[in-house]
């Protein structure tokens, strides 16, 4: 069982609409991440949050919009996408100091019609 | 730029073999390593890391790695694979960071196939 929960596990999404990914941890880890990985690839990192605070945005297009409201939540939201933003959404978090390994949830796999 | 490169695509063992796969990176100093495996459809597990100290590490699942700085290595070995270790594994590379966080870098991922 993983100790990062994510939901929905699946998730199918017009282009128009307007939806989250929630992903939660209750290990006490300061630092949370957003990955998307399409199929056959290796994941890609979008967003770090360290201390609930946004430290990486890798260029992410702005339909996307990150959130953390505390240090055990984190959030994905979605506007406008398009279908090649279809993926799997990893969540992962870590534990303080910066060398600990990254714990991932199981994803989200979205699809965008 | 710190880089990842599994040279190999996919591999296919069979079930009771050893298994090598091969990772290299690219870092100017030294890297902190890990392997990740994938199932389908799941998120990624650490089968094992590497920081510092002894350079044979020994994971979960009966897997070990071994750092070789002079050949900017970190494989993954196993001597007797099973048929539920088929799945997708990524080596990965990241830096000592401040702040609290990682930022990691993934190979392309090495596809294993146990066949019978």
């Known amino acids: 069982d993983t100790e990062v929960t994510q939901t929905p596990k699946h998730l199918v999404m017009g282009m128009t609409n307007k939806k989250s990914l929630k992903c939660e941890q209750h290990?006490?880890?300061?630092?949370m991440y957003w990955y998307k990985q399409k199929a056959k690839k290796p994941p890609e990192l979008m967003f770090v949050?360290?201390?609930?605070?946004?430290?990486i945005n890798e260029s992410v297009p702005s339909r996307f919009s990150p959130e953390c409201p505390n240090s055990s939540l984190l959030n994905l939201h979605l506007h406008a996408l398009q279908p090649e933003d279809s993926a799997l959404y990893l969540c992962?978090?870590?534990?303080?100091?910066?060398?600990?390994?990254?714990?991932f949830g199981n994803g989200t796999r979205l699809t965008v019609t | 730029a710190q880089s990842v490169t599994q040279p190999d695509i996919h591999i296919t063992v069979s079930e009771g073999a050893s298994l090598e796969l091969r990772c290299n990176y690219s870092?100017?100093?030294?890297?902190?390593l890990f392997w990740y495996v994938q199932s389908p459809g799941q998120g990624l597990q650490l089968l094992l890391k590497?920081?510092?100290?002894?350079?044979l590490v020994q994971g979960i699942k009966g897997f070990e790695a071994e750092f070789k700085r002079s050949q900017s290595s970190f494989n993954l070995r196993k001597p007797s694979v099973h048929w539920s270790d088929a799945a997708e594994y990524f080596c990965?590379?990241?830096?000592?960071?401040?702040?609290?966080?990682?930022?990691?870098?993934f190979g392309t991922g090495t596809k294993l196939q146990v066949i019978p």
């Open positions: 870092y100017g100093a030294t890297p902190y």
């Open positions: 992962a978090s870590s534990p303080p100091p910066g060398f600990s390994p990254l714990h």
């Open positions: 590497y920081f510092s100290g002894d350079t």
């Open positions: 990965a590379v990241g830096p000592p960071v401040s702040g609290g966080y990682q930022k990691v870098t």
């Open positions: 949050y360290s201390y609930e605070k946004l430290s």
């Open positions: 290990m006490g880890h300061r630092a």
